[in-house]
Nanobody, 125 residues
């Protein structure tokens, strides 16, 4: 079992910046991809950005240049730096991670995929 805890959301004026963090904890053997998704009211959850363990990144085309994803593998933490925020960026931002856990008396390894509880980002105009 892997727990993901997001932090850093809040209320910001248009043009401002926020930095989200997501820390993974549990019986983690390795984490492959970590990422951020968001869901605005009455809309489907959508990709924001992902980053692999070797640092390869993928962004939603509409967010390139404003958002930057990074991670600290030693801390099992992923970050999302959001600049030049717009009202349409208002959403609940969710952290996601997949990888391998090692648990039990025999340290059996198995795959996992987990979501965080989400953090609200509100951008006022």
């Amino acid at each position: 079992q892997v727990q993901l805890v997001e932090s850093g959301g809040g209320l910001v004026q248009a043009g401002g910046s926020l930095r989200l963090s997501c820390a993974a904890s549990g019986s983690i053997f390795s984490i492959n991809t970590m990422g951020w998704y968001r869901q605005a009211p009455e809309k489907q959850r959508e990709l924001v950005a992902t980053i692999t363990s070797d640092g390869s990144t993928n962004y939603a085309d509409s967010l390139k240049g404003r958002f930057t994803i990074s991670r600290d593998n030693a801390k099992n933490t992923v970050y999302l730096q959001m600049n030049s925020l717009k009202p349409e960026d208002t959403a609940v931002y969710y952290c996601n991670a997949d990888g391998v856990i090692s648990s039990g008396p025999y340290y059996i390894r198995r795959a996992f995929a987990s979501w965080g509880q989400g953090t609200q980002v509100t951008v006022s105009s």
